[in-house]
T-cell receptor, first 112, second 114 residues
Framework: GQSLEQPSEVTAVEGAIVQINCTYQTSGFYGLSWYQQHDGGAPTFLSYNALDGLEETGRFSSFLSRSDSYGYLLLQELQMKDSASYFCAVRSDNNAGNMLTFGGGTRLMVKP | DTEVTQTPKHLVMGMTNKKSLKCEQHMGHRAMYWYKQKAKKPPELMFVYSYEKLSINESVPSRFSPECPNSSLLNLHLHALQPEDSALYLC?????????????FGPGTRLTVL
């Protein structure tokens, strides 16, 4: 099976940098994704890492180390609108299709 | 159009009612998904449809019955639900079942079972 661990809550101030960590245990790893979900909203895709290293998309970056079964999401120049829940997710593939298993989510609160 | 739509937004039903949730996408995606999400929890996969065929059923009780009438539509038929089934039901789609890079989620239907 799959299991993912991420902190339940993180608080930071506007303009700061915050890192949300995710460690995973999975049989058959295909990649690590990150999703953002505002209260009352739908999850939206942020990034995907299949290979080791850093992927940068604007203010958000995502990192993966497959040897450590570890990844993180880095948010820079935090804005109030970044207050949301952030989920890491791994893909498993049982030949019937790909399935996303989500971590418990990290609730990010950005303060003025 | 990069949008997944879901209706209704809210649904309240009794345990003896029969209702349906609807999901639609016009991105040409061939894989569609139903997830259940409880408050402050992550989405949990229920069903995967690939090319209009059910490919994954994550041991979901039979009171939930999915249907994929065509490549753009996905329904979830509900019957004899329990109060613990109250949750946000999310529909998602992706290009196909092997495309992992991104799933597009709809806004969800918030279901309350009385």
């Amino acid at each position: 099976g799959q299991s993912l661990e991420q902190p339940s809550e993180v608080t930071a101030v506007e303009g700061a940098i915050v890192q949300i960590n995710c460690t995973y245990q999975t049989s058959g790893f295909y990649g690590l994704s990150w999703y953002q979900q505002h209260d009352g909203g739908a999850p939206t895709f942020l990034s995907y890492n299949a290979l080791d290293g850093l992927e940068e998309t604007g203010r958000f970056s995502s990192f993966l180390s497959r040897s450590d079964s570890y990844g993180y999401l880095l948010l820079q120049e935090l804005q109030m609108k970044d207050s949301a829940s952030y989920f890491c997710a791994v893909r498993s593939d049982n030949n019937a299709g790909n399935m996303l298993t989500f971590g418990g989510g990290t609730r990010l609160m950005v303060k003025p | 159009d990069t949008e997944v739509t879901q209706t209704p937004k809210h649904l309240v039903m009794g345990m003896t009612n029969k209702k349906s949730l609807k999901c639609e996408q016009h991105m040409g995606h061939r894989a569609m998904y139903w997830y259940k999400q409880k408050a402050k929890k992550p989405p949990e996969l229920m069903f995967v449809y690939s090319y209009e065929k059910l490919s994954i059923n994550e041991s979901v009780p039979s009171r939930f019955s999915p249907e994929c009438p065509n490549s753009s539509l996905l329904n979830l038929h509900l019957h004899a639900l329990q109060p613990e089934d109250s949750a946000l039901y999310l529909c998602a789609s992706s290009q196909d079942k092997t495309d992992f890079n991104e799933q597009f989620f709809g806004p969800g239907t918030r279901l309350t079972v009385l």
